[in-house]
């Protein structure tokens, strides 16, 4: 601890940490004195508080800079707030589309909003993380939290294989992110992004040692996001998971889990860019060609969305891979965020199809199949029509808000000089388009199974409206949320 003063510290850049943080300890002592008898304030402070702090975040974005806490290990910063707040907000959704279903489960304990709020807690760390240690210390709090919260439901076979699934894969790519680490570490002499950024420019006898290090950090890299080949865990945590935690596991964490990957590969490696897209782009044109030719072999809908996940995460890597051509980095602006409107504008709509499913879910029925959505226009046509505005969002039709995250990830592909990869990327969205219009198929054009009418809450059903709303509103009105991005990876670069 030698040479750290209070002012070193700077606690109040982690305001909204330190704060989630004290939130989360005083529900988990209230719930203990109650023992459970107060649910729904429980509820409703958290959704408020982490709402707050989104809003708090989302705010402070415009005027940032970059402010430096912990001895240079935490770094406050406009991307940082950004998807901080969209992290936020992403989790609070989840909370009230979950609230009915997990209450139907036995499900809605206080550990459960516990899980849930220290795994955003450890979303928030790994967004603000300026060195290796507090990268990992973020991500194992987000990933013990879901592990735990995957096997909530402790008589439930399936949860509890998914659990050990996720757990002991998890544990493996723990390992080769840590692994790689290390040899940078060694290469390098720190674990310090910044300082990694200086020494990874003349790395002399030691770049052997460093590109190993590079190449096990990509693959812990590709284990987190799920993409192919690291992402045999995603169909079965997603179909074991109950439909509240796979919502957890499928939204926010992948605002994170980007924010890693800019800070590690963009804050701390820049340098060796080529070195590092030519892996990013072999994952990329894998995830993109087995995720979508594996989802049209799916009639389980959580199985499908979690093929349609791997596939996405993989398109996402393009814009990643298109920032640096040779030594030239105009474009790396441009590139990277058209890649964090792509995650943000994801996230969202994986918010509103988990949604539909949770709202849909009664005490007796799992609405986990295709099938399960059959005729859904005869017994709740507003409902119906929100999943077919995300479903042509995620395959990319216009006006919905997926037809420009991809059109302008393609943008940056082709302006990278990848012309055979927009093509290939182009006939991936086709392809996947198959399985999204299957589901509205089923919505509008097969007799339905159940003829009950859902019977939803007036507070989740509002927001699955203005879900299904700002989809539509994002796809005609993209230049708000687009010109942020834009100026937090501005910002990010120096430039």
């Not at 782009?281 to 993109?288: I, T």
Request: proline share 3%; aromatic share 10%.
């Amino acid at each position: 601890m030698t040479g750290i003063t209070f002012e070193s510290l700077n606690a109040a850049a982690a305001a909204p940490e330190l704060f989630l943080l004290c939130v989360v300890s005083a529900l988990l002592v209230f719930d203990g004195l109650t023992q459970g008898r107060s649910m729904a304030f429980i509820h409703n402070v958290s959704v408020a508080c982490v709402t707050l702090i989104g809003l708090y975040c989302l705010y402070g974005v415009s005027d940032a800079q970059p402010v430096l806490a912990f001895s240079d290990m935490y770094i406050n910063d406009s991307m940082g707030l950004a998807l901080k707040g969209f992290t936020c907000l992403a989790v609070a959704i989840t909370l009230v589309y979950a609230r009915q279903y997990a209450a139907d489960r036995d499900m809605l304990r206080g550990e459960f909003y516990a899980l849930a709020l220290f795994a955003l807690l450890g979303q928030m760390v790994m967004i603000s993380a300026n060195t290796f240690l507090l990268i990992y210390l973020g991500l194992e709090l987000l990933s013990l939290s879901l592990y735990a919260a995957v096997a909530l439901r402790r008589d439930h076979f399936e949860s509890s294989e998914a659990s050990m699934k996720y757990f002991i894969l998890g544990a493996l790519a723990s390992g080769f992110l840590l692994y790689g680490m290390s040899m940078i570490y060694g290469a390098t002499g720190s674990l310090e992004l910044s300082a990694i950024a200086k020494a990874s420019g003349a790395l002399g006898a030691n770049k052997l040692i460093f590109v190993f290090g590079l190449v096990f950090l990509v693959a812990g890299l590709a284990f987190k996001l799920g993409v192919v080949p690291f992402h045999m865990w995603v169909p079965d945590v997603y179909q074991g998971s109950p439909t509240a935690t796979t919502l957890l596991i499928s939204a926010a964490p992948k605002l994170a889990a980007f924010a890693m990957l800019i800070r590690i590969l963009v804050d701390g490696l820049l340098a060796v860019a080529n070195d590092w897209q030519q892996m990013l782009m072999v994952l990329s044109a894998l995830s993109m060609g087995l995720g979508n030719l594996a989802a049209i072999a799916q009639t389980n809908l959580k199985r499908m969305l979690a093929y349609s996940t791997i596939a996405q995460m993989g398109f996402m890597l393009l814009g990643m891979m298109s920032g640096v051509v040779g030594a030239d980095t105009t474009g790396a602006a441009s590139a990277y965020s058209a890649s964090m409107f792509y995650v943000v504008t994801y996230v969202l709509t994986t918010l509103g199809t988990f949604g539909v499913m949770l709202l849909l879910s009664n005490k007796g029925l799992d609405v986990e199949n295709i099938s399960d959505l059959n005729g859904l226009n005869s017994r709740a046509p507003w409902m119906a029509l929100v999943m077919l505005v995300l479903m042509f969002s995620l395959a990319g039709v216009p006006p919905m808000v997926g037809f420009y995250a991809k059109l302008a990830v393609l943008q940056a592909v082709f302006a990278a000089g990848h012309v055979w990869l927009t093509v290939y990327a182009v006939m991936m969205s086709l392809i996947g388009a198959f399985y999204y219009l299957r589901v509205v198929k089923a919505l509008y054009f097969e007799a339905p199974v159940d003829t009950t009418v859902p019977l939803v809450g007036t507070r989740p059903g509002a927001l699955l409206g203005v879900n299904g709303a700002a989809i539509v509103l994002l796809g005609i009105l993209p230049s708000p949320l687009m010109a942020l991005c834009l100026t937090a990876m501005q910002r990010i670069l120096g430039s």
